[in-house]
């Protein structure tokens, strides 16, 4: 087995353990560390595509700012140890439900789509082109995803917020 291969298996063995972890662990802040080293081992496998821009804005987006965001807030909050309570069994089935449904339809999806590789030619990576597609909202630009990540990273504020104040409404 080859060195690549190696880390990849490490790589993504350290996704789903982690993944799993931050599911089932009770302790919030423990979740969150775990979510942190959910999405660090996804920017190595973004390094080792040579994806280096989706690497770097994976880790200073989300890694960066959505989990730092989610333990200042819980830090905020609660107590650091504070433990969530059991999930009731209704809440259990339905997330176990809408996980296979979603991975049953991820499913049907890729293996019935076609992958033909593309013959465009690559753009040049100037400053100017970056900067207008960076600022641009039509094929190429990045405006609309830039302002669906700044509610991503709202959302999660509010969301970690609700989860980890104390007191119930």
């Not at 996804?42 to 965001?69: C, H, S």
């Not at 900067?131 to 990045?142: E, F, H, I, K, R």
């Amino acid at each position: 087995m080859s060195g690549p291969k190696i880390v990849f298996f490490i790589l993504a063995t350290a996704i789903i353990v982690f993944s799993v972890l931050s599911i089932l662990d009770r302790r919030i802040l423990r979740a969150a560390i775990y979510l942190l080293f959910v999405l660090v081992a996804i920017a190595g496998l973004f390094f080792m595509m040579n994806y280096q821009f989706l690497a770097a804005v994976q880790l200073i987006l989300y890694a960066g700012g959505i989990v730092v965001l989610i333990i200042f807030s819980i830090l905020l909050t609660s107590q650091i140890n504070s433990k969530l309570d059991r999930p009731k069994a209704s809440h259990v089935f339905f997330a176990v439900t809408t996980a296979v449904g979603g991975i049953t339809l991820s499913a049907i999806t890729l293996l019935r789509f076609v992958f033909k590789p593309i013959q465009a030619a690559s753009i040049e990576p100037d400053m100017r082109t970056i900067g207008l597609q960076l600022m641009g909202t039509g094929a190429n630009g990045y405006a609309l995803p830039f302002e669906v990540i700044s509610i991503l990273l709202l959302t999660a504020l509010v969301g970690t917020i609700f989860i980890a104040r104390k007191s119930r409404i």
